[in-house]
């Protein structure tokens, strides 16, 4: 999508005043601006006293894609969503492959004035029966992301959210009403490791797993392996014990391959034997449905019946090449397959 560069003037919800300015309230950084200061995500801006959301309205990216690249296996299968992203993110990720957009201000990438309404018009318009707030960081245009999902739950389409999870309880419990389904990207299962590798911190992440589970929201789960960083076999079994101790287990967890990317570029490809462990890991803990992903040595794509193993899902990439679910059970013995099939 191509643009120009433009600016809102937007009243960002979840902010206080303080004696420098503003305090947002939107996620655990709690960015306090003076004057014309902008937060961590680069898209809220103190502008005279007010929080603005300079994004509003305002995507740089909008294209049509399969649901399996969120990536979603277990929600509408082989089914196109209506991606959207504005700039700016409130992660600081040393591998971001998309650092070009989440790295900067809208004033400094080209963006497209397309409203709510515009936005649903045009899902529906493609034929797309889901909207997927994705490639950045949905949570930093919560305005928008949360504008658009309210119209488009009244023309029934559903919504998707691929998101870091990094935000405050508050916010989360208001938008979570609206949406569908997510993928929340585990960065790793160390607190320090967070905080170095992504400028962020581990419990919210957590906190935003649970109140997705509880809220009913279709949830699927993506780990980048990154060797030596956060690929070891302690890291791997205490993030799926907690996942299966916490109520997950049914929540399929991608493992994703890593590629040299951004503020990374001198760390290699993760080794296939390492993705084959983390699987290893996974399936003895107690997670049922688990895949890998980058992968072109093997297929680590497809969905299995947990009971007996049976091939259901066959997949190629983001192409399902066919699907033998039976009303969202097993066509050989009957298990029931967790998901949203239709």
């Not at 560069?5 to 503003?22: C, M, W």
């Not at 979603?72 to 299968?77: C, V």
Request: charged letters at 20%; glycine letters at 6%; a negative charge.
């Amino acid at each position: 999508m191509r643009g120009e560069r433009h600016q809102s003037n937007k009243e960002a919800l979840f902010y206080h005043q303080t004696d420098r300015g503003v305090q947002c309230d939107l996620c655990p950084h709690g960015c306090n601006m003076g004057e014309g200061q902008y937060g961590v995500c680069l898209s809220r801006v103190n502008r005279q006293g007010k929080l603005i959301s300079e994004v509003y309205g305002l995507p740089c990216v909008m294209n049509v894609d399969p649901i399996e690249k969120k990536p979603l296996f277990h929600f509408l299968p082989a089914s196109q969503c209506l991606s959207i992203a504005t700039t700016g993110c409130n992660l600081s990720c040393k591998n971001c492959q998309n650092y070009t957009i989440s790295q900067e201000k809208v004033s400094e990438a080209a963006s497209q004035l397309i409203l709510p309404t515009q936005v649903v018009a045009t899902a529906l318009d493609e034929q797309c029966p889901s909207i997927a707030y994705t490639y950045t960081e949905p949570l930093t245009y919560y305005e928008y992301t949360k504008d658009i999902a309210i119209y488009a739950r009244e023309n029934n389409v559903r919504n998707i959210l691929v998101s870091a999870g990094y935000i405050n309880q508050k916010p989360l419990e208001e938008l979570l009403p609206f949406i569908d389904a997510a993928n929340i990207d585990l960065k790793s299962f160390d607190d320090e490791l967070y905080r170095r590798l992504n400028g962020a911190t581990l419990q919210p992440v957590l906190n935003t797993l649970k109140a997705l589970l509880d809220a009913g929201v279709w949830l699927e789960i993506t780990n980048l392996l990154i060797p030596t960083l956060n690929d070891s076999d302690v890291m791997l079994q205490e993030m799926c014990n907690w996942l299966v101790s916490n109520g997950f287990s049914k929540c399929p967890l991608h493992f994703s391959r890593f590629f040299p990317m951004y503020r990374l570029e001198n760390i290699p490809i993760t080794p296939l034997q390492t993705l084959l462990r983390a699987y290893d890991i996974a399936k003895k803990s107690g997670m049922e449905y688990v895949y890998l992903g980058n992968v072109s040595e093997i297929e680590g794509d497809n969905t299995y019946c947990p009971k007996c193993n049976t091939l259901l899902i066959h997949r190629r990439g983001f192409t399902v090449l066919s699907n033998k679910l039976e009303d969202g059970h097993c066509f050989h013995c009957g298990e029931k397959i967790h998901g949203v099939w239709r």
